[in-house]
């Protein structure tokens, strides 16, 4: 394969629906299906003033970068996925004295997960019932009050709001920053530290939760620390409200929408409450299906849990936690093969779905250069919340890749049912060469991740878009 990196001259313009320049108009057409939560999007009509070549819908792919379901960290065998998961105690990363981490254990599970070509979300946790307690012994030695309980097995509540916890979870958070802020290993990784399983609630004991101040003191400390990789918050709350973090939902499908019996704490009712149902614009959706109806939702009918595709629909989300597609045949969870294909589907359903839908090119022979144009649509619920940008490539006629010209243009933040135009300048080509492809794709920034694969029907191993031939005098 022969690149030219060092060759290429790129401008890209990319130009969302709310604010493209010119005077053409915008045709996207927003189509309901028979439940009005449920959106339909379809091409737009390409502008005006260009011969567009329309480029072939295909399917959209099981597994995407940073969405669908995803298993504990080495445990997916058998259903397709690009993230991993794992818990990680404050005692299990902690150093000999206060202050002081060792990152071992996790740069171990992040090297295991790269390794497959996936990335990583994870939390840590002081206290996780039925297992030891996440607390460093330091803190318990120096008279940290450590309260038991026994309901889920047991376990011992610290007093989070104790000056010497507060302040090494903070220096833990720094830390956590300093190794891996902006980490291409890293998908996401949840606040965690507080409540039993990190999960910021304490029931039955809530009068042991920690107090707003150190609620506080544990979100700034990741905003100030985390300027890159998402934070996500289990709760949207007055307080979580006032910082930049997104939110996992862990009773998904269970406890997410409104409906009779619902309850104060169910995830959407209090998104409603807190005025934050479209917070998932600028923040990432994730979560957990609930472990006990993981199976029951893809049963048809369905028997346990709440309307799986309504729950996605309105929360946006991007990525679930979601054993039982990994583990089938195992008792517990049983399900059959029509139950795992409603299950693809289900992982499909999530987060963004991009779409090449019009291209244009020209070439200049003066200039011995193309000038390419590509319309690029997100059919999906979510948009894409990292920073990652696109580069294009000359096939010859083979379909072997000739150059490549890496491009600022990036999938951040397209909204589903909007689109961007990329415009590239793709140098080089002489008028005595001959014709090929020109194909586009968003590489992974984890070396040996796959890239982002779009939902059209010509797309190479290696996740290169065709979006058509080329030829020229």
Not at 132 to 143: A, E, F, H
Not at 227 to 233: H, N, S, Y
Not at 385 to 414: C, D, K, M
Not at 421 to 445: E, Q, S, Y
């Amino acid at each position: 394969m022969v690149t030219m990196r060092d060759k290429a001259r790129v401008l890209v313009v990319a130009s969302m629906i709310c604010c493209i320049a010119g005077s053409f108009s915008v045709n996207l057409y927003l189509l309901w299906a028979s439940q009005p939560h449920y959106p339909v999007y379809s091409c737009p009509a390409p502008p005006p003033g260009k011969t567009w070549i329309k480029v072939e819908r295909g399917e959209t792919p099981v597994a995407n970068p940073l969405k669908g379901f995803m298993p504990y960290a080495g445990t997916g065998h058998v259903f397709p996925h690009s993230l991993e998961y794992s818990y990680f105690s404050l005692r299990s990363i902690a150093g000999a004295t206060t202050g002081v981490f060792n990152f071992s254990t996790i740069d171990t599970f992040l090297d295991n997960v790269a390794g497959r070509g996936h990335q990583a979300v994870f939390r840590i946790y002081l206290d996780y019932p039925s297992l030891q307690t996440g607390v460093p012994q330091y803190l318990i030695d120096v008279g940290v009050e450590m309260r038991t309980y026994t309901e889920e097995g047991g376990g011992l509540s610290p007093d989070y709001d104790d000056p010497r916890v507060v302040a090494e979870m903070v220096a833990c958070i720094d830390a956590l920053s300093a190794a891996y802020d902006g980490d291409p290993r890293v998908g996401f990784i949840e606040a965690g530290m507080l409540g039993k399983w990190g999960e910021w609630h304490v029931s039955p004991h809530d009068v042991w939760m920690a107090n707003e101040t150190t609620q506080r003191a544990v979100l700034q400390a990741y905003e100030d620390a985390f300027t890159t990789t998402w934070i996500l918050a289990r709760y949207p709350t007055a307080i979580t409200g006032d910082y930049r973090v997104g939110y996992h939902d862990d009773s998904f499908a269970y406890a997410t929408l409104f409906a009779e019996g619902s309850q104060g704490w169910y995830f959407w009712v209090q998104m409603a409450a807190m005025d934050m149902s479209e917070v998932w614009q600028q923040a990432p959706i994730g979560g957990e299906v609930r472990p006990e109806i993981q199976a029951a939702v893809f049963r048809s009918p369905r028997v346990e849990g709440q309307d799986y595709n309504a729950c996605v629909y309105t929360t946006h989300a991007s990525w679930m936690l979601m054993s039982a597609v990994f583990h089938p045949t195992d008792s517990w969870w049983n399900m059959s093969d029509a139950d795992l294909e409603r299950a693809m589907e289900g992982s499909r359903l999530m987060g963004y779905d991009l779409r090449a839908c019009w291209v244009n090119y020209t070439y200049s022979a003066a200039l011995s250069e193309l000038s390419v144009s590509v319309v690029v649509a997100n059919f999906g619920v979510a948009p894409f919340y990292y920073n990652w940008t696109a580069e294009f490539g000359l096939f010859n006629q083979t379909g072997a890749l000739v150059r490549q010209y890496p491009t600022p243009a990036s999938i951040l933040g397209i909204l589903p049912g909007q689109y961007v135009i990329w415009n590239a300048i793709l140098d080089g080509i002489l008028p005595g060469d001959a014709g090929g492809f020109i194909g586009v794709r968003v590489p992974n920034v984890l070396p040996g991740g796959s890239p982002v694969i779009f939902s059209n029907k010509e797309i190479s191993p290696d996740g290169w878009t065709f979006l058509c031939n080329f030829t020229h005098p």
